[in-house]
């Protein structure tokens, strides 16, 4: 019998359950497969950048980018697979309240470390040697790393701050969602929560905002210099930002289409494939697209798989 119990938080939370058939069993470990390989490609991009001891701030933030992707796949692969497999859909409030820290870390992460790609290569274009002055050592790459961290953090920690504020009735409270996200957790609240939803929608603005803003801004002013330049440094340069813009766009679509599906979908047990569509699109994408584009990364895979090759090729 649940305790009408105004303003204080509930003792458990209870997610939707999907309910598994066959189909959906299959299409589970298909995107975990997925997933698994993913996460061996961004340990390979880490690895990489790694080898080449960081010799560039770029490959720092590609590997922190990669670590970011990595970061994503498993929260949110362990967080669906808690509910389908393991049958856990009544959780605690404070495994809750860590479930959706951790889930939505991992995404403003993912943002932050390609925004920071953008600033850097904007300043690399057109402040040289004000770049060359700030990043001649690790100092200045590593501060502006702990810096977004930092701001990732609050970030990321204010979704679950606001929700111990919101008033909900009972001691038990259903979420209309497989995972503890901020809106489905607020909507479960028995009072008005309008102002902590538009205030947290600031923040999700503001993250997805400053990305689209600053890649968009940069990427135009980074082609329009070099669009009739044939330097090595200027070609070297757009194709750079065109990676990051690449990257960034995977991010955007990803979670556009989300979001608009979902609402769309209203029934959460439609939103399986959704859901393992949004944890393995970006944490298998984005590595394969700095693989390729990166020279130094792409030269460190050659290497490595020539042996391979060869042994291979001997054994046949």
């Given at each position: 019998m649940?305790?009408?119990?105004l303003g204080?938080?509930?003792?458990?939370?209870?997610l939707?359950?999907?309910?598994?058939?066959?189909?959906?069993?299959?299409?589970?470990?298909?995107?975990?497969s997925?997933?698994?390989?993913?996460?061996?490609?961004?340990?390979?991009?880490?690895?990489?950048?790694?080898?080449?001891?960081?010799?560039?701030?770029?490959?720092?933030?590609?590997?922190?980018?990669?670590?970011?992707?990595?970061?994503?796949?498993?929260?949110g692969?362990?967080?669906?697979?808690?509910?389908t497999?393991?049958?856990?859909?009544?959780?605690?409030?404070?495994?809750?309240?860590?479930?959706?820290?951790?889930?939505?870390?991992?995404?403003?992460?993912?943002?932050?470390?390609?925004?920071?790609?953008?600033?850097?290569?904007?300043?690399?274009?057109?402040?040289?040697?004000?770049?060359?002055?700030?990043m001649?050592?690790?100092?200045?790459a590593?501060?502006?790393?702990?810096?977004?961290?930092?701001?990732?953090?609050?970030?990321?920690?204010?979704?679950p701050?606001?929700t111990?504020?919101?008033?909900?009735?009972?001691d038990?409270?259903?979420?209309?969602?497989?995972?503890?996200?901020?809106?489905?957790?607020?909507?479960?609240?028995?009072?008005?929560?309008?102002?902590?939803?538009?205030s947290?929608?600031?923040?999700?603005?503001?993250?997805?905002?400053?990305?689209?803003?600053?890649?968009?801004?940069?990427t135009?002013?980074?082609?329009?210099?070099c669009?009739?330049?044939?330097?090595?440094?200027?070609?070297?340069?757009?194709?750079?930002c065109?990676t990051?813009?690449?990257?960034?766009?995977v991010?955007?679509?990803?979670?556009?289409?989300?979001?608009?599906?979902?609402?769309?979908?209203?029934?959460?047990?439609?939103?399986?494939f959704?859901?393992?569509?949004?944890v393995?699109?970006?944490?298998?994408?984005?590595?394969l697209?700095?693989?390729?584009?990166?020279?130094?990364?792409?030269?460190?895979?050659?290497?490595?798989?020539?042996?391979?090759?060869?042994?291979?090729?001997?054994?046949?």
């Amino acid at each position: 019998m649940n305790t009408t119990i105004l303003g204080r938080s509930p003792r458990t939370v209870i997610l939707w359950k999907f309910s598994l058939n066959e189909g959906r069993i299959i299409l589970l470990w298909v995107f975990t497969s997925i997933l698994f390989i993913s996460l061996l490609l961004n340990v390979g991009i880490i690895m990489s950048c790694a080898s080449r001891r960081f010799h560039k701030p770029m490959l720092l933030y590609i590997s922190i980018s990669s670590l970011a992707d990595a970061c994503w796949g498993i929260v949110g692969l362990s967080c669906i697979l808690n509910n389908t497999i393991a049958h856990r859909i009544e959780i605690t409030f404070a495994e809750c309240l860590w479930q959706m820290f951790c889930l939505h870390f991992a995404v403003v992460h993912q943002f932050l470390s390609t925004w920071i790609m953008f600033i850097d290569r904007h300043c690399a274009v057109f402040w040289p040697y004000t770049y060359v002055a700030l990043m001649a050592n690790w100092q200045g790459a590593l501060k502006l790393v702990f810096l977004v961290e930092i701001l990732g953090f609050f970030l990321s920690i204010s979704y679950p701050v606001v929700t111990l504020y919101l008033d909900f009735c009972n001691d038990s409270v259903a979420v209309q969602d497989s995972v503890c996200l901020f809106a489905p957790v607020a909507r479960s609240s028995c009072e008005s929560s309008s102002i902590a939803t538009a205030s947290l929608i600031v923040v999700f603005s503001f993250v997805f905002g400053l990305t689209g803003f600053t890649a968009l801004y940069s990427t135009c002013c980074i082609v329009w210099k070099c669009r009739n330049s044939s330097k090595e440094s200027n070609v070297k340069a757009l194709h750079t930002c065109l990676t990051q813009l690449m990257v960034t766009s995977v991010q955007l679509a990803t979670c556009t289409l989300i979001m608009v599906m979902k609402k769309i979908l209203k029934r959460p047990a439609d939103g399986l494939f959704l859901d393992l569509f949004a944890v393995v699109t970006p944490a298998t994408i984005n590595p394969l697209i700095f693989g390729f584009r990166t020279q130094e990364i792409r030269v460190v895979f050659v290497k490595a798989f020539h042996p391979l090759k060869t042994s291979i090729l001997d054994m046949t």
